[in-house]
């Protein structure tokens, strides 16, 4: 067993970013290991990415041939499992995205592999050792793999910074699976979010709203604290899953990634999927009554505070 | 049509708390227990589902792995519609990782010949976004993670798949299927007072490992990692926090984002 191999992933015939942040995080580790890094790259039309994904540290592209337009949990289950018998690489990274949550955990559970989720860093000594959150991000724990020869993790997007894509000079090769009769899912169609005529993410100044607000009918009052402070109004999930709020003002891994000037956020903990469409802005303030909320750690300015007492006050100056 | 929900009731922790001096866990007194968000959400749509479904014999099945506090997760299910629970409990259970779990609850869900599984997405203290999967490795069924709309047509589920961005896949499984279950899909129910009476009078059947035919050395085989340690993150640069009266700190905040809009 040696070697680390990334999977990179594609939608829609374009080379996702994660990939490129994989690499860099799998380059640092393969070098500690002292193993050789391979990226594969799964799907019909794999070889039209084999270019960019030789970055610099990557030994060689590895190329899986799979039938159909894009994902499928089971083809690329099969893909996996089948760079793992060729290849038996020592880790396997995946981004933890919609995609490799849909068939990653299946390939540890049936092959017995090592296994772990949405990490924030890997490295090798004595053997692998991962850290991810615990206790809702509140924590960060550390993982090992005892008698695992082989590991799959999936590596949170964002966290590392992409490698240069095609700034190496690996060579591809294909790597031979049998697919046939694989697939259980048919795909039909793809459908996109209705934009509902704004666009948050040409935004300067936005005001996110979160749980905190507590109350449907709080709604309001911040529509015209935004309007008052001159910023657009957005909001964590579970404002919209409640129907508090219409989807295109969401922000986070599912709904939209913004990167506004500032981006005042009230009442809103900070799960990881949030994060990750807002920590690139460039000052974020974050409002929150519990002092350990995740939003914390990426805020620039932080206030413990209630924030209806904040919004009067600031209701006040605007 | 027997419809299984997995569940998981998950600790959220106190403002202020304590690790153990094992360095790997919470004390667990500084714990607070609630049935897990993501999973009222798959047991809302189990039991819509099967409201839906022409004649009798039709179930919602729910089952965990816990221990005692797990015991009202459950409770709630049978409050909220499901029509049986099943709890799985040992002690070497404790520190399980997300395989180990997955392993066990295939073993308690193979009994059950379920036509679908419903997990959540992910629970709100582990955050593996991965028990759902596994489950569907280890009981070799047909699987789709992060659902957000399911129609079942005969033997034929269609289901909506929410990708990153807004972006939503359609696409077809036969049964017998496994579906994780994102939040937003449906409006779960509150349930009635009479009706958490009467769910203690509902089936709940618990089971120890060797009742489902495995053992510890089983169990301890399938886990995929082990914690080696648990510890608060570092902040990094961490944020600056205001601090004062909430006049003072609308100022600045005031301050701040002028400085920021004008720079």
Redesign the interface.
């Known amino acids: 067993m040696s070697g680390v191999v990334v999977v990179a992933e594609s939608?829609r015939g374009e080379l996702r970013e994660v990939s490129l942040e994989l690499i860099s995080a799998a380059s640092a580790v393969a070098q500690e290991m002292g193993e050789p890094l391979s990226v594969a790259v799964i799907g019909s039309d794999c070889a039209k990415f084999s270019g960019a994904l030789a970055a610099d540290g990557v030994s060689e592209v590895l190329t899986v041939q799979a039938p159909g337009d894009g994902f499928e949990?089971?083809l690329w289950?099969a893909a996996v499992e089948g760079l793992i018998d060729a290849e038996s690489p020592s880790l396997v990274m995946l981004g933890?995205?919609?995609?490799s949550?849909?068939?990653?955990?299946?390939?540890?559970?049936?092959r017995?592999?090592?296994?772990?989720?949405?990490v924030v860093a890997v490295g090798w000594s004595d053997g692998l050792?991962?850290r991810r959150?615990?206790?809702?991000?509140?924590?960060?724990?550390?993982?090992?793999?005892?008698g695992?020869t082989c590991?799959i993790v999936?590596v949170r997007p964002g966290i590392f910074p992409p490698a240069t894509a095609g700034a190496g000079s690996a060579q591809a090769r294909s790597v031979q699976v049998p697919m046939e009769g694989v697939a259980?899912?048919?795909?039909?169609?793809?459908?996109?979010?209705a934009s509902g005529g704004v666009d948050i993410t040409k935004a300067?100044?936005l005001l996110s709203i979160g749980r905190g607000i507590e109350d449907k009918d709080n709604v309001p009052r911040f529509e015209e604290l935004a309007a008052k402070?001159?910023a657009t109004l957005s909001s964590s999930?579970?404002l919209?899953?409640?129907?508090w709020m219409p989807?295109a003002r969401?922000v986070g891994?599912?709904?939209?990634?913004v990167k506004p000037?500032?981006y005042?956020a009230l009442g809103i903990s900070g799960a990881?999927q949030h994060l990750a469409g807002m920590r690139n802005a460039?000052?974020?303030?974050?409002?929150n009554r519990?002092?350990?909320a995740p939003i914390?750690?990426v805020?620039?300015?932080?206030?413990?505070?209630?924030l209806f007492?904040?919004a009067?006050?600031?209701d006040?100056?605007? | 049509m027997r419809i299984v929900v997995a569940v998981k009731q998950v600790a959220a922790l106190d403002e202020e708390f304590e690790l153990l001096v094992d360095g790997r866990s919470v004390d667990p007194d500084y714990l607070e227990w609630d049935l897990n968000e993501w999973d009222t959400f798959s047991l809302e749509a189990a039991l819509q589902l099967r409201d839906a479904l022409d004649g009798d014999g039709h179930e919602v099945v729910a089952v965990t792995i816990g221990e005692e506090e797990a015991q009202e997760g459950l409770l709630a299910c049978l409050a909220k519609g499901a029509d049986r629970a099943v709890r799985v409990w040992d002690e070497s259970l404790r520190d399980s990782d997300v395989l180990a779990v997955a392993r066990v609850l295939a073993a308690v869900i193979e009994r059950e010949s379920p036509d679908l599984v419903l997990c959540g997405v992910q629970s709100s203290d582990a955050v593996n976004g991965a028990t759902g999967v596994a489950l569907s490795g280890f009981l070799g069924l047909a699987h789709v993670a992060v659902v957000k709309h399911i129609e079942l047509d005969g033997t034929t589920v269609t289901v909506q798949r929410e990708l990153e961005g807004g972006l939503v896949e359609i696409l077809t499984l036969p049964l017998p299927a496994l579906l994780t279950i994102q939040t937003g899909i449906n409006e779960p129910r509150y349930a009635t007072l009479r009706a958490i009476k009467q769910a203690r009078e509902k089936p709940l059947e618990s089971l120890s490992l060797g009742e489902l035919g495995l053992d510890h050395g089983a169990v301890a085989a399938a886990a995929g990692s082990r914690v080696v340690s648990i510890a608060h993150p570092e902040r990094g640069e961490g944020a600056q926090m205001l601090e004062g009266a909430p006049a003072e700190v609308a100022a600045r905040i005031v301050e701040i984002v002028r400085d920021r809009m004008t720079g």
């Open positions: 939608r949990a089971d289950a933890h995205t919609i995609d949550m849909g068939f990653a955990p299946a390939v540890a559970a049936r017995g592999l090592g296994f772990a989720s949405d050792r991962v959150g615990a206790y809702g991000d509140k924590l960060i724990a550390e993982l090992e793999f005892p695992k590991s999936t259980r899912t048919a795909h039909v169609s793809y459908e996109e979010a300067e100044f402070l001159g999930r579970p919209v899953d409640a129907g989807s969401q891994q599912s709904g939209k990634t000037r500032v005042l990881v460039d000052t974020i303030i974050a409002v519990d002092p350990e914390f750690n805020a620039h300015y932080g206030a413990v505070a209630d007492e904040i009067d006050e600031l006040a100056f605007a």
